[in-house]
T-cell receptor, first 112, second 114 residues
């Protein structure tokens, strides 16, 4: 999930397969973890969030997993569709009403 | 449908010019944020505002200022634009209730400083 320098990690997935996008976060004291999706030419869009007292949360076709032991967050997308092609950002929030700290993003490309 | 609009999608300015980026939200939210987005660096917070005439510095405020005279409008100002401020600028606003988790973003302004 995290990039170094100017290179954005890329994940290529066949249409219909499941996607897993990973993120390492930095602050063990963060209380919320959030995923955003950014399609080309648009601003980021909220997908799902999870509180630190949970290890799994499911939405529509998405599941977020939180592993606090290793400070790792993942977003799973079931039955990936072409419309899922986007850049995905993880973010952490220290207390809910503090500014978000965003990761560097991962580009998901769906192969039809 | 919630809406955050930004005054320009693309902007080209010259070094040393004063640049105004405008953001308007129609959701009656107290909080508004300005980020810049650069490839491989993600979104970085420049400034945010939690009420009219109130502002807080984010992680990279140098070279920028902001203005919030009305609740719906949050302006980002580059006092003297420099080439290293060439970037995508995104405005966002979370709904009320205290949580900043779900932010509604505008479409962005791609600024090029020559």
């Amino acid at each position: 999930g995290e990039s170094v320098g100017l290179h954005l990690p890329t994940l290529s997935v066949q249409e219909g397969d499941n996607s897993i996008i990973n993120c390492a976060y930095s602050n063990s004291a963060s209380d919320y973890f959030i995923w955003y999706k950014q399609e080309s030419g648009k601003g980021p869009q909220f997908i799902i969030d999870i509180r630190s007292n949970m290890d799994k949360r499911q939405g529509q076709r998405v599941t977020v997993l939180l592993n606090k032991t290793v400070k790792h967050l993942s977003l799973q997308i079931a039955a990936t569709q072409p419309g899922d092609s986007a850049v995905y950002f993880c973010a952490e929030n220290y207390s809910g009403n503090t500014p978000l700290v965003f990761g560097k993003g991962t580009r998901l490309s769906v192969i039809a | 449908d919630v809406k955050v609009t930004q005054s320009s999608r693309y902007l080209v300015k010259r070094t040393g010019e004063k640049v105004f980026l405008e953001c308007v939200q129609d959701m009656d939210h107290e909080n508004m944020f300005w980020y810049r987005q650069d490839p491989g660096l993600g979104l970085r917070l420049i400034y945010f505002s939690y009420d009219v005439k109130m502002k807080e510095k984010g992680d990279i405020p140098e070279g920028y200022s902001v203005s919030r005279e009305k609740k719906e409008r949050f302006s980002l100002i580059l006092e003297s634009a420099s080439t290293n401020q060439t970037s995508m600028y995104l405005c966002a606003s979370p709904p009320g209730g205290g949580s900043y988790n779900e932010q509604f973003f505008g479409p962005g302004t791609r600024l090029t400083v020559l």
